[in-house]
Each structure stands twice: as C-alpha cells, then as structure tokens.
C-alpha cells in the first residue's frame, strides 16, 4: 500500500471508530474491533513513513505531511468537518502508536472528551508545518473544493429532511454555480473527478457525479446561465427523496420485495415535494427533474407521468441519461461496477425506448468511446487511465498507472495510445486503481467545450 492509501484507511477506520464509540462503550466488541482496525492502520502509516507522520487539516483537504490527501479530502469530508470543529489542525502520529492513545482520539473526535493527553503517540496540533507550506489554489484544487461543497449541500439538506425542517435551496444555487463555472472551464478534469466513488455516502457522491455529468452535457445541448444553473440544482438534488427511504432497503443487496421496491419508487415524488416547497421563482424546474428522473422516454418507469416524450420535461430527460451512466459504472450493494463503455452499451440499447436518442448520442460524443477515468488492459499487463476524450478519429491521451508485474505506478506516466494494443476495459476496483485520486497527479489540460 501506498501512504496516501494508508492515510485513506486509517481516516476511514477512525471514522468508524468514532461512530462506534458515540453508539457503544469502549469496552464492547465492535468498538473493540474498530479500535483495533484504527490502531493498525494508524501503526501501518507511521512505520510505513520512518516512524512519525503528521496529518494536517486545511480548509477543505487533508495532506500527509506535504503531500495533499485528494481522494480522502473527499471521501472523508464529513470527519473533517467534525475534526475541525474540534478544533484540529493536525495529528502527528509516533510508532510504536499505542491502542488506548487511538481509543483517546476517537473519544475527542466524537465530543466524548474535552482533550487528548499531550505526551502520547497521538499528539494535536503540532505540526510544523504552516498553511502556505500547504495549501495551493491550483484549478484542480479549486475544482475539488466545488465539488466538496456539493456535497455539504446535499449532507445538510438530508439533515434537514430527516429532522423535518425546510430545506434552503439558496446554499444549494451557491454551490452549483461553482460547479458550473468549473465543469465549464475544466471539462476534461470535471469528467476525470466524476468517477468518484463512495461506498458509505453513495447517493451524495453519485448526486455530485450526476450534476457535473448533466451539466457537461447540458453545456453541449446549448444551455447557458440561469437554465443550466437549474438543470445542476435538479441534478444535484434528484435523488434527495432517498432520505424517506429506509437505508436497508436502500442497501438491500437482494431482489426487492413488493413493499420494498413501493418505498423506492416514492423517492421521486418525496424528492420534488421537498424541492418545491424549498423552490425561488425560476427552480421549480428541479422539482420536476426529481419527479421525473426515472420515467422513461417511452413511457415506461415510475411515476407513471406520460405515455408521450414531449410530456416530460427536456431536464429529465437529460438527466435520466447521465443518471444511469454514473448508476452502471458505481458498485451498489444489490450490483457490481461496470466499466464506462458497457455503460454506454445499455444507454444506447435503450436509446429510442428508455433514453432520448438525442442525449444518448450528445452524451457518447461527450465521453467519447473512451470516457476520462477509463482503464484499460494492454497487452503485456499494464493498465492504463484515460486522461482526455479522444476528437474523432484520434486516440485517447493516456497515463500508464499499473505495470506489466502488477506494481501501482508512484507517478503516472504519460504514454502513446498509437504505440499498445488495448486489450479491454477494466473496472477500478478490480485492478486497484481510483481514478479520480489521480486528478492532481496527472495534470489534466485544461481545454475548454
Ligand atoms: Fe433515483
């Protein structure tokens, strides 16, 4: 493993460790577990970095040492929101790192202490690093800061329709606008960090992927300024009834039962009634893209709203198709990933009958047959990343990520597609490989459509 993939661990082991602690006592056996999982990995980072290692907390990211944590500062974006309400900036982390000084940090974390004892192998805020040793303002920090914000967004509207209050669409048009604005300036990048996945906020990171998709595509079919604003505010909210949802039907990793599959197939209508009440002249329009999201261009799906394609509204349409994209590329409980271009496979099967064959055609020409964040098996082993949509009749520009002996590249290396023989697509988890981590590593042109 690599520190960033270690650093990526520990944080969700200490994650989890809190949220044990804050349910159970110290002395119960998950807790014991997760202090254990915690601690190990905690262990793991230090000794893997010459026995100390300091984790700093800036703004939106955390870095290991100098080194910006990317993947993690989104992954684990809501435990540094916590950390940093607890007043932490940094964790320096000694090995031989001790068992019951984790169980002390998962304690503050979770608000069940004042304090963490200063003289231990877990210490506070001693980092000897200031914030512009840190921080960059670099367009791929600037791009992952917008879609950090998205997904705050999304984290306290469903806070607010769990406890019942009004949601406030204002903070929402806020963060869109700057997903916009960088979706637009940086297309290959946006398309690259879309790839992001979660397991434990799937809906969020999904919602977020969704929105740069559809606003890429709706970028494409001529939308400008306030329309295209809409459409990401109905993107970015489009599954925000999944709240009503119960989570283990949610993550039901069988086929539903009847009762099951009618709490599912209310989300839509839970969703846009949200959405309106919360709704400024104008984004009554994401409301509609909620409730319509899974009506299918022939009139099949649910709600039953149509039985003719010009009933449903062109948002919904637009984002039905990258939807399903973002959908079929995601591991969910009930389904495995599949790679982008057996994506695109199902979306073009259904052109015409369950996806509007003009957004399924936009949308291919847009990812193009070898979207950003791809990887794909050559002849001898290796595994490569797209790193930009192929023009026609061009080759995909490409970074060697994985060698021939299974080795993860250190830093990806920029190669010839002309030169290799793909021989098929991959899919991440399969090979170990997180695109969207990449972004900051592979330095993505920035080209605008
Ligand atoms: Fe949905």
Same mark, same amino acid.
């Given at each position: 493993?690599?520190?960033?993939?270690?650093?990526r661990?520990?944080?969700? $082991?200490?994650q989890a460790l809190a949220k044990q602690m804050k349910l159970y006592p110290t002395g119960h056996p998950t807790t014991g577990e997760a202090l254990t999982a915690a601690t190990e990995s905690a262990e793991g980072l230090a000794s893997g970095a010459g026995g100390e290692v300091v984790m700093s907390l800036l703004t939106d990211s955390f870095y290991l040492d100098r080194t910006l944590l990317a993947h993690a500062s989104l992954e684990s974006s809501a435990l540094l929101r916590e950390m940093q309400r607890r007043g932490i900036e940094s964790i320096t982390f000694l090995s031989p790192v001790a068992g019951a000084d984790i169980a002390d940090l998962g304690a503050f974390v979770a608000d069940l202490s004042g304090d963490v004892p200063a003289e231990s192998t877990v210490r506070l805020n001693e980092s000897p690093y200031s914030k512009s040793d840190l921080e960059t303002d670099s367009s791929s920090a600037r791009l992952r800061r917008s879609y950090t914000r998205s997904l705050d967004v999304l984290r306290g509207v469903a806070g607010?329709? $769990?406890t019942d209050e009004p949601i406030d669409l204002s903070v929402a048009s806020w963060a869109v606008e700057q997903l916009v604005e960088q979706t637009i300036s940086q297309p290959a990048a946006s398309l690259l960090l879309s790839t992001m996945k979660s397991h434990d906020e799937y809906t969020f990171f999904h919602s977020v992927n969704v929105c740069i998709l559809s606003i890429a595509l709706g970028r494409m079919a001529g939308l400008a300024g306030d329309q295209l604003k809409v459409l990401a505010i109905g993107a970015l909210l489009h599954d925000i009834g999944k709240i009503r949802v119960d989570s283990s039907v949610l993550q039901f990793p069988g086929r539903l039962d009847q009762d099951q599959w009618k709490?599912?197939?209310l989300h839509p209508q839970e969703g846009a009634a949200s959405i309106m009440a919360a709704a400024a002249p104008g984004q009554e329009i994401a409301a509609t893209v909620a409730f319509e999201h899974h009506a299918r261009?022939?009139?099949?799906?649910?709600p039953r709203v149509t039985r003719r394609e010009h009933d449903l509204h062109f948002f919904s349409r637009l984002v039905a198709t990258t939807d399903t994209y973002d959908a079929i590329t995601t591991r969910r409980s009930y389904r495995r990933a599949e790679t982008p271009s057996s994506a695109l496979g199902v979306l073009l099967k259904g052109s015409g009958t369950f996806y509007d064959p003009d957004f399924v055609r936009s949308f291919i020409e847009l990812v193009g047959i070898y979207p950003p964040g791809s990887l794909l098996l050559l002849d001898g082993g290796e595994v490569a990343m797209v790193t930009q949509t192929a023009e026609a009749g061009d080759t995909p520009d490409l970074v060697l990520v994985k060698a021939g002996d299974g080795t993860l590249l250190d830093e990806p290396e920029p190669i010839s597609a002309a030169d290799r023989t793909i021989l098929d697509h991959v899919v991440s988890g399969n090979v170990g490989v997180d695109p969207a981590a990449l972004l900051e590593k592979v330095g993505v042109i920035v080209q605008p459509v």
């Open positions: 493993m690599t520190g960033d993939q270690r650093a661990q520990l944080l969700k $082991d200490l607010a329709l $769990d709490q599912i197939k261009f022939d009139g099949s799906g649910y």
